[in-house]
């Protein structure tokens, strides 16, 4: 009996390891990554203004002293002052992954660019420049 569901396993493992993709996944254009990019970019701006933003409120309306507490888990002085600091520096806080992703993916979008390279031919009895289109992908080690 163990044999069998042994063998049974391991021909389903084979089976959907060696099937082919039914919907494979196209690859992104130089175009799809410079449009997440500048998405990812104003989502993390948008995320640094609104965190900055409850930041400067709960300065103007709260006793620093409270906020202090608040940071080091006294929770008995804890208002709506305090709660809008933590919560507008973790807002702040979590636009900085964004920030590294869209310029990683602008940096992916600039490595793949269409060009025409000069390629020298023999023509006749000499050489000849020629332009040849050709996908330039840059690859940072």
């Avoid at 099937?19 to 254009?29: D, E, G, K, R, Y």
């Avoid at 409120?57 to 804890?78: C, E, H, R």
């Amino acid at each position: 009996m163990k044999q069998a569901s042994i063998f049974v396993l391991l021909l389903i493992l084979s089976v959907t390891t060696f099937s082919q993709q039914t919907n494979p996944v196209p690859s992104l254009t130089k175009k799809d990554y410079l449009k997440k990019s500048k998405s990812q970019n104003t989502a993390a701006w948008i995320l640094a203004g609104a965190g900055t933003g409850l930041v400067v409120v709960a300065f103007a309306t709260t006793n620093l002293n409270d906020i202090g507490d608040a940071i080091n888990g006294d929770n008995s002085g804890l208002n709506t002052g305090s709660a809008l600091f933590v919560t507008g520096g973790i807002i702040a806080a979590s636009s900085i992954p964004l920030f590294i992703i869209a310029s990683r993916n602008k940096r992916k979008a600039m490595s793949l660019s269409f060009k025409n390279e000069i390629s020298t031919q023999i023509r006749r009895n000499g050489f000849a420049c020629t332009r040849i289109p050709s996908l330039n992908i840059i690859i940072n080690l």
